[in-house]
């Protein structure tokens, strides 16, 4: 399993996003791509919810349906980098379709062919033509600070890298004097890497009706308790936000940190022991492995 995949809240559209947004990259991108389980957990604090785990392009995503609590908005957005102008083009009708333009699609300095767009629920594609760059990883999500953690990229991602065992920094691209609101220095543009997984970041000092909330979130898959605990007390700079494995971080991004088992437990077909990890969960704001070893198992 991957060490971290992304996480995103829908009202009740989990599957039929997932349908959507596995036939938006088909296997002509050359990863595999598909729904891999589908689980609905009874008796929740939102009803019924629906999770659904797919692949697009060699990366997992989370869907779950648990009401309307949190909206999508472009302080995380996902960036996909094309090969080739028709490509572009392409992804760009399919998923701006009943949605709404940010970015208009069209040539710009640091893209011959680039538009971002909301898709028509709500989540935010930047679709970009590389060029001669080389892709990669095809989907990259993409930070965006602003409001109060405006100018602060640099250090969160210096900080992610501090945690995460496998990370690296790629380039920074800084804004330069003159760019108002911008602040001299701040960044325009940054790439790295946190356990093999690509990610970008951006500053924004201009006005911004949105920041970062729960409906996207990162799951940081772990195999034992003491993993963890080690991103627990890392992360998790919000008290208030704890619960069943979510948390903030000091940048109000939200993080879950789960274990590896409940892959397995969520896949299971008997409906008691289901409820029992269930149940057992919802009383948790960090997860306890042992804990819900043993509803598993009772």
């Given at each position: 399993m991957t060490k971290l995949?992304?996480?995103?809240?829908f009202d009740k559209e989990a599957r039929e996003a997932a349908e959507f947004y596995t036939s938006v990259f088909g296997p002509s991108n050359g990863k595999d791509n598909g729904i891999k389980s589908t689980t609905t957990l009874d008796d929740t604090p939102s009803g019924s919810v629906d999770l659904v785990t797919i692949e697009l392009a060699g990366q997992q995503f989370n869907l779950i349906s648990a009401g309307p609590l949190f909206k999508f908005n472009p302080s995380v957005s996902f960036l996909?980098?094309?090969?080739?102008?028709?490509?572009?083009?392409t992804l760009w009708k399919k998923l701006s379709e009943g949605g709404m333009a940010l970015m208009p699609l069209d040539a710009y300095p640091f893209s011959e062919r680039y538009g971002?767009?909301?898709?028509?629920?709500?989540l935010s594609w930047q679709i970009m033509f590389a060029g001669d760059r080389p892709i990669?990883?095809?989907i990259t999500p993409t930070l965006l600070f602003v409001g109060d953690v405006a100018g602060k990229a640099e250090e969160a991602v210096r900080f992610y890298a501090s945690v995460f065992h496998d990370s690296a920094l790629g380039g920074f691209?800084?804004?330069?004097q003159g760019e108002d609101p911008e602040k001299e220095g701040s960044v325009k543009f940054a790439q790295f890497s946190l356990e093999g997984r690509q990610f970008a970041a951006m500053d924004s000092a201009r006005e911004h009706k949105f920041k970062?909330?729960?409906?996207?979130?990162?799951?940081v898959h772990c195999d034992t308790q003491k993993e963890?605990?080690?991103?627990?007390?890392?992360?998790?700079?919000?008290?208030a936000a704890e619960q069943c494995g979510w948390l903030k971080d000091r940048f109000g991004l939200s993080w879950q940190i789960v274990p590896t088992m409940m892959e397995k437990m969520f896949k299971?077909?008997?409906?008691?022991?289901?409820?029992?990890?269930?149940?057992?969960?919802?009383?948790?704001?960090?997860?306890?492995?042992?804990?819900?070893?043993?509803?598993?198992?009772?």
């Open positions: 995949s992304t996480h995103l809240w996909v980098a094309c090969s080739s102008k028709d490509e572009v083009d971002w767009t909301q898709d028509k629920y709500g990669v990883q095809k691209t800084r804004y330069g970062f909330n729960e409906a996207i979130s990162f799951m963890i605990d080690y991103y627990w007390e890392r992360l998790s700079a919000v008290p299971e077909k008997n409906a008691k022991k289901l409820a029992r990890v269930t149940q057992a969960f919802l009383q948790m704001k960090k997860f306890d492995i042992e804990t819900l070893r043993q509803a598993y198992e009772k």
